[in-house]
């Protein structure tokens, strides 16, 4: 987590402690509760993995949303439902 934290805060002006608290608030969401985890075979912390897409009809025909945080320097990718 450090190294994402500190890429996080080289790529953010910070205009104050709110502000700073705002984006560790989201910065620890993101990690924690979205991002896949390499080394834990790709399992979010909090939640189980997905089961996997067999069927090349449902592959081909995906609706995968991207939702920016923190202004663009985080993207969080899920299935449109």
């Known amino acids: 987590m450090g190294a ?3 890429e996080l805060l ?3 002006l910070i205009w104050n402690q709110r502000h700073l608290l705002h984006a560790l608030h989201e910065f620890e969401q993101f990690y ?3 991002r896949p985890h390499q ?3 790709n399992a979010r912390p909090l939640r189980s993995l997905p089961a996997p897409i067999a069927d090349p ?3 081909t025909h ?3 949303r991207r939702r920016d945080r923190l202004g663009g320097i985080l ?6 439902a």
């Not at 993207?75 to 449109?80: K, M």
Request: overall charge negative; proline content about 0%; glycine content about 8%.
């Open 32 to 34: 924690n509760g979205h």
């Open 10 to 12: 080289d790529r953010t």
């Open 62 to 64: 995906l609706d995968i």
């Open 75 to 80: 993207h969080q990718y899920e299935h449109a």
């Open 4 to 6: 994402d934290l500190r």
């Open 39 to 41: 080394g834990i075979a």
């Open 57 to 59: 009809h449902k592959i």
